[in-house]
């Protein structure tokens, strides 16, 4: 059986923070759940079979969908209950199960992001290709993805060809209602600006 990860036990501190997306909230802790750079996107209880912590908080009938990165845990709810009235809740489990030194993960994400992503930068494409990858993988990760993170979300390269980049949304940014106009003005710009390549990016994972 593969060891499990968990956080270390110690007193937890745990806030609420607004997102731009009204239907997630970000809980900040003091204590860290992954390693700088990586994040796992659970968007739904199927998805969350490596994530013990994830799938205990899918048993909470209003959450739809689980984020996970360095020190912090977005909750995107799927119910017209107002946050006022959940976040107590999930702040005192949260804080519950991770100063018992409950299971985050039951193998470590890391390895498995890290590998996923140079696949993508690689795959069947040409070397020039992979070199256009690789320096949108650079930018996203050092430029937008702290930015991101901020709102408690996170943006992954998949692929780039012919030059379109696709890109996946993930977290509160899945369902943000200015996720589109972000990508578009923000991401798309600062892409076309330092990969003259780029012509074009496409997000997936936007469901609102």
């Not at 003091?30 to 013990?52: R, T």
């Not at 107590?88 to 030194?101: D, N, Q």
Request: hydrophobic letters at 40%; glycine letters at 6%; one cysteine or more.
């Amino acid at each position: 059986m593969a060891e499990q990860l968990t956080a270390p036990a110690a007193p937890v501190s745990i806030y609420a923070e607004a997102s731009p997306n009204p239907e997630s909230m970000k809980f900040v802790l003091n204590s860290q759940l992954l390693a700088d750079g990586v994040s796992v996107d659970y968007p739904n209880l199927e998805a969350a079979a490596n994530s013990p912590l994830a799938q205990e908080l899918f048993n909470f009938d209003y959450v739809g969908r689980v984020f996970i990165a360095q020190n912090f845990v977005t909750v995107t709810k799927v119910s017209d209950l107002q946050w006022a009235q959940l976040i107590p809740e999930l702040r005192t489990f949260l804080k519950s199960y991770i100063e018992a030194a409950g299971p985050i993960f039951t193998v470590d994400p890391a390895a498995e992001q890290k590998a996923a992503q140079q696949a993508a930068a690689t795959g069947d494409s040409s070397e020039a290709d992979q070199q256009t990858s690789q320096k949108i993988i650079d930018l996203l990760d050092n430029y937008v993805r702290p930015a991101v993170e901020q709102d408690g979300g996170n943006i992954t390269f998949k692929s780039y060809l012919d030059g379109i980049v696709t890109v996946n949304l993930q977290g509160s940014c899945s369902g943000c209602p200015s996720a589109t106009v972000t990508l578009k003005s923000g991401i798309e710009n600062l892409l076309k600006r330092m990969v003259p390549e780029v012509r074009e990016v496409v997000a997936e994972g936007i469901t609102a």
